[in-house]
């Protein structure tokens, strides 16, 4: 198990996509503090977990950043790490002993300030050259997107590895995002998209789920070859908030009542967790084909996204 820990509730950036739109807060900001932190590695290392992943908001932003990379490499614990790359270069050497893998989310360079982007710039240089591997993410969020920065990137830094997301809904699905139904006409761009990183000597991977019905058989083979990672159940992920509270993925179910405690740990959180998203996964039909298909019938397919289903069965009980 690898529990994410949502560091703070502040991003620099603003995407209109972002999944945790509904989380973040530029008035209201609310982080760690280092007790929790510390409590936190504690419960971890008394499960046996030594790998963790940190989110936000963007993580690099919490006001003791520095500190909690002291704290992390003091327990021995790798992180992994989720950032817009937007952060002091300096942090970059005390991520080094600590951060196993980093996933960087790029988007087109129009939206970036000229300082903010000659630091991504900086520091994706940086740290090529001091050898901590990364991988570039890109969320698809228009129907006719420029992703030609994308491609630039795998060339300039030698990306070996892209994460290719669709923007799904946030928690109350404020965010910009494509509904269930639009999966379908995406397709295309999808494996386009992993036709061309393929050409550049990249494997671009799609490590969130797809409805299975998406694709014919002659494209799952491609993906296959592709290595791209597809899949038609998501993993259940044990999220931790400031003041501990226990959550889901950002797009789905929403527990506002549970700690992370001495008698509520890490492998309870994830039970019960799943337990949650099972009901939805495989008692709520995202749409109505779901109702009678073979794919969902045999828990191959739960229907896509966990937030298309769950903002259908809001809808419901309204
Ligand atoms: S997608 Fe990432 S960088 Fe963009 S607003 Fe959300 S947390 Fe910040
Ligand atoms: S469960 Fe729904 S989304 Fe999945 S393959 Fe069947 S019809 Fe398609
Ligand atoms: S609910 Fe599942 S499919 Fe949807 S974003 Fe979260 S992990 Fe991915």
């Known amino acids: ?9 502040y991003c620099n950036r603003a995407c209109a996509y972002c999944s945790a739109y509904d989380f973040l807060s530029k008035d ?3 982080e760690f503090n280092l007790e929790e932190y510390h409590f936190f590695l504690e419960c971890a290392k008394k499960e046996g977990i030594s790998q963790i992943a940190w989110q936000g908001g963007e993580p690099t932003c919490h006001s003791q950043i520095n500190r909690i990379a002291k704290i992390t490499s003091d327990y021995g614990i790798n992180i992994h790490l989720f950032t817009n790359g937007i952060f002091d270069t300096s942090l970059i050497k005390p991520f080094k002993r600590i951060v196993s893998r980093c996933l960087v989310n790029l988007n087109h360079p129009d939206t970036y ?38 491609l630039k990137a795998i060339e300039e830094y ?14 109350y699905g404020s965010n910009r ?9 995406l397709k295309e761009q999808v494996l386009k998209f992993i036709a061309l990183c393929r050409f550049l000597g990249a494997r671009a991977y799609l490590d969130c789920c797809w409805p299975r019905c998406v694709f014919n058989d002659e494209e799952i083979n491609f993906l296959k070859k592709a290595k791209a990672e597809l899949s038609f159940r998501c993993a259940t992920t044990v999220d931790v908030l400031p003041g501990l509270r226990i959550d889901s993925c950002y797009c789905s179910v929403e527990v506002k009542d549970k700690f992370l405690g001495e008698s509520f740990g890490f492998k309870d959180a994830l039970n019960f967790l ?36 769950k903002l259908k069965n809001t809808k419901r009980s309204l």
């Open 113 to 150: 300030t000229a300082s903010q982007l000659s630091l991504v710039r900086k520091n994706l240089k940086r740290m090529s050259s001091s050898g901590i591997g990364f991988h570039i993410g890109y969320n698809l969020f228009q129907k006719n997107p420029d992703y030609g920065f994308i």
């Open 274 to 309: 799943k337990k949650e998203e099972d009901r939805l996964r495989w008692e709520v039909a995202t749409d109505l084909k779901c109702v009678s298909c073979r794919w969902r019938k045999n828990k191959v397919c739960q229907g896509g996204c966990l937030g298309h289903a």
């Open 158 to 171: 030698k990306i070996a590895n892209v994460r290719f997301d669709i923007a799904r809904p946030s928690k």
């Open 28 to 30: 209201n900001i609310q």
């Open 1 to 9: 198990m690898r529990p994410r820990i949502r560091l703070t509730t």
């Open 177 to 185: 995002h494509f509904s269930f139904d639009d999966f379908f006409g």
